[in-house]
């Protein structure tokens, strides 16, 4: 079944007197858009975080956020960044001298620039975080497929309604098509006898009026269409009873049903077949706007 790209997983875990937990969240994208926010400490990992990501969740815009505490005594440090601490310690410095105040900046002040002070773990590397974080990060993944997933079922049974709903406008249409030319032939008589009465016949013979019936028939004539729109359905309602990414190809098969009904719309030349065109438009819009939230 389909998944929805709107989601929530959280997962944690606890190793020795370290504690991870991995939350992401999900919302529509056409593309996959990622956007780690972990321990600066372990930057090294949001490569395999992204590919993992994008290997199970395939859309959306993903928002992933790693905690990463490590409680036991003695298992890290404060490094500061002496150089850096010097340069906003020196332009501190000279923006008082150029606006004539006096710096009346501390070493505390100097601390909580970004970036001075850093903390660090010293029993634990980012690879062997990596081997502990990355099952915690496959659990919480499983967490937001399983809601996806219900989500995903949802908006496919309201599709396949909709689904449904144009199909039988669809039906409408096919069987309003064949009478189209035979009702242009009735009032194409009546015009002619009311504009040349007696004459009408002289005038305009039979078979110059078959004639221009067959020719408005060749013009007006949606067999076609209705017979690539119903092939295109048939392929949505595959499409959405399948598995995995199938959004894109959803968005591809709509635009050729919208296709094929702007073209029924202006070939039909009938006033009912253009009603039915347009609550046609309107729902092929409300699916689209469905297979959005569609991975």
Do not use: W
Not at 85 to 106: P, Q, W
């Amino acid at each position: 079944m389909a998944s929805s790209m709107t989601g929530y997983g959280r997962a944690e875990a606890t190793y020795a007197t370290r504690r991870y937990l991995v939350e992401i969240k999900s919302v529509n994208n056409r593309f996959c858009d990622i956007s780690v926010r972990m321990p600066r400490g372990y930057a090294v990992l949001e490569t395999k975080i992204r590919e993992k990501i994008t290997e199970r969740l395939v859309r959306g815009k993903i928002d992933i956020f790693v905690t990463i505490e490590d409680v036991g005594d003695g298992n890290s440090t404060v490094e500061m960044n002496e150089g850096l601490a010097k340069a906003y310690s020196d332009a501190v410095r000279k923006i008082a001298e150029l606006t004539g105040r006096e710096d009346n900046s501390d070493a505390y002040q100097i601390a909580r620039f970004p970036d001075v002070l850093v903390a660090r773990s010293t029993s634990l590397t980012p690879e062997e975080a990596g081997a502990e974080l990355l099952p915690v990060l496959d659990a919480a993944i499983d967490d937001i497929l399983k809601m996806r997933g219900i989500e995903g079922e949802k908006l496919v049974n309201d599709l396949l309604e909709k689904v449904n709903s144009f199909e039988s406008m669809h039906a409408a249409v096919k069987l309003r098509a064949p009478l189209v030319p035979g009702e242009y032939k009735e009032r194409l008589m009546a015009r002619i006898e009311d504009l040349l009465e007696e004459k009408a016949n002289l005038v305009y013979d039979e078979a110059r009026r078959e004639a221009e019936v067959a020719v408005f028939a060749d013009k007006c004539a949606i067999d076609e269409e209705l017979t690539r729109l119903s092939s295109h359905m048939t392929q949505l309602r595959e499409t959405l009873k399948g598995t995995g990414s199938i959004g894109k190809r959803l968005d591809f098969i709509l635009q050729e049903m919208n296709r094929e009904v702007n073209t029924i719309g202006s070939k039909a030349n009938d006033l009912t077949i253009t009603n039915y065109v347009l609550d046609m438009k309107t729902e092929l819009e409300k699916i689209r706007e469905q297979i959005q939230n569609l991975a």
